[in-house]
């Protein structure tokens, strides 16, 4: 180009770069043939060039194409521009791949801080339940020495009652940490909605009106409790952050709804029928299609950096297909979003928990006369199920030194009938207890206690002889149902 930025000469790979003939280009000015324009564009490195006689470059996007835009002076003998070489490179699939590897730079990032999360979970879990495990216990035994109309009685079913809402809570950081895995039974879920809600009104601004429309009456889904919980509150959650400056009406509904064939998104795996149906509904932003086809997308999020980690809608999207349900989005823009969950119904019978005859005698009061050893590093813990264990007539040894505990039954095998372990303890671990234990006396029952499942999952811990698998913190009735289980005839 010369020094009024005019094509003086040009190669054929300039030329197909602009679908142009190289005679053509010749004369016309570079902003013409470049970028159709009547002059130089924001930021043009020839203009800048003029200006410092030095080389310069400039990236920008011209309809679908990235170019990168590099400019070099050619002096004269005076050391002066009059020319300039002036090179087009078209760098539209560099960049795609730079961004694509920049996401997934993202990603790894984000997986990363889950895997943080989930190991802080576990540490939480164990302390945790502990925690809860020693409140319990204790209030269960102010319970058995009050009348349940008393002051005292009403006050300490309310907290036995609150320390099983924590409970629940653990289990959701869990479920979410993928440390554990819920258990799946049938129930009506409309009670858990009920108190979803309660405990979301109490954090809703007084500038949000909650609408709901439960059916008390709609059928039984087969699914995990603290896992629908979890959906309840994400959905409801998602809606109030949809609606700006905390102003709107978050509407949430429980029903029955036949389902069609032709009722069912594309690639669902569900099947026709009865199904309860849990709708959250908002006055917000809404979406557009391009939105809410990403919705379920890990990682996907339309909240600004740090505010969100678009985990919530494809965890709720993963649970729900697990349960053999699917869910479906209604939103446009300026008219808010209705996000319904669609769960099948179940007959109330199907894999629900039953009390055996067994564990109905022992909740009377009727225990037994074996030996048992309990262990845990938490003292508390061992005084608390020692005293529940004790009061039903067995004999019980507690520890709370793992490595004392394999002493005592590597001297005294014969007098010990189960032993009760915790798995996380310094020293020796439950499943290390337990696998030197069955060295030493091979028909040892075992029961482990432990806040999550990741070290030692339940599968593995009974393919290594552990008998019974028993999650923290543990209630009364939990404990010696366990205990009657694994010494019963």
């Known amino acids: ?286 979406m557009d299609q391009a939105t809410m086809d990403r919705l379920f997308e890990p990682y996907f999020t339309t909240k600004e950096v740090g505010t969100g980690t678009g985990l919530g809608l494809a965890v709720i999207h993963g649970i729900v297909r697990n349960d053999h349900g699917f869910v479906t989005v209604e939103s446009r823009p300026g008219e808010g979003s209705t996000f319904s969950v669609y769960l099948p119904v179940v007959e109330e019978a199907v894999n629900a928990p039953s009390i055996s005859p067994e564990q109905k005698r022992i909740r009377k009061g009727s225990g037994g006369r074996e030996r048992l050893l309990v262990v845990d590093d938490e003292p508390l813990l061992v005084e608390i199920n020692k005293k529940r264990l004790e009061n039903l007539g067995y004999k019980v040894t507690g520890l709370s030194d793992s490595r004392k505990a394999l002493k005592v039954l590597r001297t005294r095998p014969g007098e010990f009938d189960l032993l009760i372990t915790d798995q996380a303890m310094p020293g020796i671990t439950g499943e290390e207890l337990a696998k030197a234990v069955l060295e030493i006396k091979p028909s040892m029952p075992i029961i482990m206690c432990t806040g999550h499942s990741d070290i030692v999952p339940e599968k593995k811990a009974k393919a290594q002889g552990i008998t019974k698998y028993v999650f923290k913190p543990i209630h009364k009735n939990e404990l010696l149902d366990a205990v009657r289980e694994v010494l019963k005839p």
Request: hydrophobic share 35%; aromatic share 4%; net charge negative.
């Open 1 to 286: 180009m010369d020094e009024d930025q005019k094509i003086v000469q040009s190669n054929e790979g300039m030329a197909r770069l602009f679908g142009r003939k190289v005679k053509d280009m010749v004369g016309q000015y570079c902003w013409e043939v470049v970028h159709g324009t009547t002059g130089p564009i924001k930021g043009c490195p020839c203009q800048r060039m003029k200006k410092t006689c030095q080389p310069g470059s400039l990236e920008v996007v011209e309809g679908q194409r990235c170019l990168k835009l590099s400019v070099y002076p050619i002096a004269d003998d005076k050391k002066t521009s009059t020319r300039t070489v002036h090179i087009f490179q078209d760098i539209t699939d560099y960049k795609k791949a730079e961004d694509e590897r920049n996401q997934l730079l993202v990603q790894l990032f984000q997986a990363q801080k889950l895997e943080a999360i989930c190991t802080l979970a576990g540490g939480i879990a164990h302390d945790f339940n502990n925690i809860l495990s020693a409140i319990i216990g204790y209030a269960e035994f102010i319970q058995n020495e009050v009348t349940p109309d008393s002051k005292i009685g009403k006050d300490i079913t309310q907290v036995i009652s609150s320390s099983k809402r924590a409970t629940d809570l653990v289990r959701q950081i869990l479920t979410f940490s993928r440390k554990t895995e819920g258990k799946r039974l049938p129930f009506r879920p409309h009670l858990l909605v009920k108190e979803a809600l309660e405990m979301l009104r109490a954090t809703l601004p007084a500038t949000i009106n909650l609408e709901e429309d439960v059916d008390s009456d709609c059928g039984f889904v087969l699914a995990d409790p603290t896992s629908i919980h979890q959906i309840v509150v994400n959905l409801c959650t998602n809606a109030r952050q949809a609606m700006s400056n905390d102003k709107g009406t978050l509407r949430v509904s429980l029903r029955d709804q036949q389902v069609r064939t032709e009722d069912i998104p594309p690639g669902e795996m569900s099947t026709p029928g009865d199904f309860v149906v849990l709708s959250v509904s908002d006055t917000g932003c809404g």
